[in-house]
């Protein structure tokens, strides 16, 4: 059973636009959610998170928004840059284990 | 420093081998966790351990997969009789704690079982 999905699997944005990833969820024990950021043959890297508690967390160009009463979550990118361009994964926690959504592939063209 | 490594990158088996793969967690952190990333899927749970203790295998598909952590650093992955759907890349990640924000990944290992 997928908990966390992506529903797309890839996005296009210009660079110096705003990019948004978007993530939903079922499972309504999640109390803690990632982003992960992926380039080609590497692991995945964190990138921001944001605990149920909190609507909004920010980090320079990232913001996650979490709302909870719908299960969505979503990270934005602002403003974009070609060094974006990577695969970015959102994953849910209830402290006893992580789901990964399938993963968005964002590219970003200059 | 040295972050999480994992041997060997690329492992290519015929179908019915066993294979063994390994993860050296960046040193000092207590918690390791295994992932199964399928093609175009994001990784799955497989298996956590906190030092030596393995606390949680409700994810290992079935029992033909094993993993061990014997000192509290490095683990390995063991795969007997490697099936063709074993094919994946496997993710090993090290947190400090429990905390799953700190969680590293490694670059994995690709798995091919012909």
């Known amino acids: 059973d997928q908990q966390v999905k992506q529903n797309s699997p890839s996005l296009s944005v210009q660079e110096g636009r705003i990019s948004i990833l978007n993530c939903d969820y079922t499972n309504s024990m999640f109390d803690y959610f990632l982003w992960y950021k992926k380039y080609p043959a590497e692991g995945p890297t964190f990138l921001i998170s944001i605990s149920s508690i909190k609507d909004k967390n920010e980090d320079g160009r990232f913001t996650v928004f979490l709302n909870k009463s719908a299960k969505h979550l979503s990270l934005h990118i602002v403003p974009s840059q070609p060094g974006d361009s990577a695969v970015y994964f959102c994953?849910?926690?209830?402290?006893?284990?992580?789901?990964f959504g399938a993963g968005t592939r964002l590219t970003v063209k200059p | 420093g040295a972050g999480v490594s994992q041997s060997p990158r690329y492992k290519v088996a015929k179908r019915g081998q066993d294979v063994a793969l390994r993860c050296d967690p960046i040193s000092g952190h207590v918690s390791l966790f295994w992932y199964q990333q399928a093609l175009g899927q994001g990784p799955e749970f497989l298996t956590y351990?906190?030092?030596?203790?393995?606390?949680?295998k409700s994810g290992l598909p079935s029992d033909r997969f094993f993993a061990e952590r014997p000192e509290g650093s490095v683990s390995t992955l063991k795969i007997q009789r490697t099936q063709q759907e074993d094919s994946a890349v496997y993710l090993c990640a090290s947190g400090v704690w429990v905390n799953q924000e700190t969680q590293y990944f490694g670059p994995g290992t690709r798995l091919l079982v012909l």
């Open positions: 994953a849910a926690s209830d402290n006893n284990d992580m789901r």
């Open positions: 351990f906190q030092n030596e203790a393995q606390l949680d």
